[in-house]
Every structure is written in structure tokens, then in C-alpha cells.
């Protein structure tokens, strides 16, 4: 076995302990609706601490977990634990929020998904409109007849339903658009790049476009600088989310943050 190999083999052995002893956690990141500023979501992230090694990096763990069974009880245990959240913050007094979070090409696959989601809003009480699921566009495209068959099944439950990563694929636009989502969060990537003139720009303003002809919310992730929300908020974005409004917290360093009921811009606007 090659040293790397090995390596990975021993992560996946302790993830696999730690998700038996509970030492998973789960951080968030706010969503802001951009005209109001006001925080209306959260996306749901695991996160590791080792009990010797400290943060592990979700770059890390993530990877050893889609590739072995564990990523099925740890996107039970992140789907649950987001349920729970919400309804505490929802107890507290705090707005109401969407809790978004993320499937795997895995979950996508296995049977008894749908059931699995339902499971979790009824034991934490939480209405479905409450939770958004989020699926790369990669996955949707990769099992495109399964998406739409677990995608119509999680719309009869009534969760919301989020492309992320969009824009990636050109090709696969129309595609996605056929199937029965919500919401088109544009990749990171491009946002990085729409205040350059040039090909990104062009898709940011196309999949807007679109997705406001089809009635589909959108998000613009990874927006770090006023220049990129100045962008996202003049061509129609409605939701922005990334470091220049808020990184990501804990639940109870993120509760002040919520009580406000807006999201302030770390590094301003002009």
C-alpha cells in the first residue's frame, strides 16, 4: 500500500470513529437577500475536530467520506442536525431561516433518500419549505433520469430544491433547467470574475436571465468584494452569500449575527 493510500485509509478509519462518538460538528454561513441586505438562509457545513490533530479541513474529510459508505451517515447526521438548529434558533426568537444543505452524488443514488429527508423534518418538527437541498450541477447532469425521479419525490415532500456550482457546464444549461428546481446558485468561480469583461460575465447575466423567465430564485456564492455585489445586485441576483457579508460560525457565534436580522458588509460597499 503506497504511503498516500495509507494515509487515506487511516482518516476514513477515524472519520469513521468519529462519526460513532458524535465529534462532528456543523458551522454555518449566512445567505443575504441583496436589495434588503436581510440574512434569509443558511448553508449547512460539517466540520472536524480531531480529538489530537485539532480542525481537520473539510477539503480533506469530505473527499474519504464520498468515497466510502460514510458519506450516507454523514449527510444524515448534517441533514438532522440542520433540522434541529433551525428549530432551536425558531424557539430563541431568532427570524426564520432556510437551512441549505448539501447531497451527494451518493445520497442522490441510494434508495430510501426521500424518506430519509421526511424522517428528519418530522423529528425535528420543521416545516419542509424550511429546508433547501442543494446538488452540483455535475451530479444532476451524471444521473440525470435518477435526479429527476428523486428530485419530483423530494418536491412532493416539499423541501426546496438548489443547483449549485452552476454555470460550470454551458452545454448542460438546458438540461438543468428542465428539472424541478427552486434555485440556481452561481459557482463560485464565475463570480470571481464577473466584474472582467468577457465570457463569465456573459453566462452570469444569461443563467439570471433565464432562471427569472422560469420564476427561479438566485444565489451568488463566494462574493468577496464590493465590486462583485455591485455586479450580482445590478443584474437581478436575489440572494448573495460569502466573506464580504459573513464567513463561516458556529451556531452560537452566529446567533448575534441572526438577532440582527441582517448581514453587514465586512469590508463595505460602494
Partial sequence: M?????????????????LARRELEIHFQPQAAIASRRIVGVEV???????????IPPTSFLPVAEASDLIHPLGEFVLARACRQIRD??????????????????????????????????RAALAPRRVELDFA?????????????????????????????FGMSYP??????????????????IVWRVTEEGRDTMIAQAIV????????RVVAEGVETAAQ????????????QGELFCGVLPADALAPVLASGFASLARGSS
Fill in 137 to 165: 450541477e455535475s451530479v444532476l447532469v451524471a444521473s440525470r433520469d435518477q435526479a429527476i425521479a428523486v428530485l419530483n419525490e423530494l418536491k412532493a415532500i416539499g423541501v426546496q430544491i438548489a443547483v449549485s456550482e
Fill in 89 to 122: 434558533w425558531d424557539r430563541a426568537g431568532l427570524p426564520p431561516l432556510r437551512a441549505a444543505v448539501n447531497v451527494s452524488a451518493q445520497q442522490l443514488r441510494s434508495q430510501g433518500f426521500a424518506q430519509t429527508v421526511e424522517g428528519a423534518l418530522r
Fill in 229 to 240: 455585489l455591485d455586479f450580482v445586485l445590478s443584474h437581478g441576483c436575489d440572494e448573495a
Fill in 209 to 216: 436571465s433565464l432562471a427569472h423567465t422560469l420564476d427561479l
Fill in 172 to 189: 448542460n444549461l438546458d438540461h438543468v433547467m428542465r428539472l424541478p428546481v427552486d434555485c440556481l446558485k452561481i459557482d463560485r468561480s
Fill in 45 to 55: 457545513l460539517p466540520r472536524w475536530r480531531h480529538r489530537d490533530r485539532g480542525w
Fill in 2 to 18: 503506497t504511503a498516500p493510500s495509507a494515509e487515506r485509509l487511516e482518516l476514513e478509519n477515524e472519520l469513521r470513529l468519529a
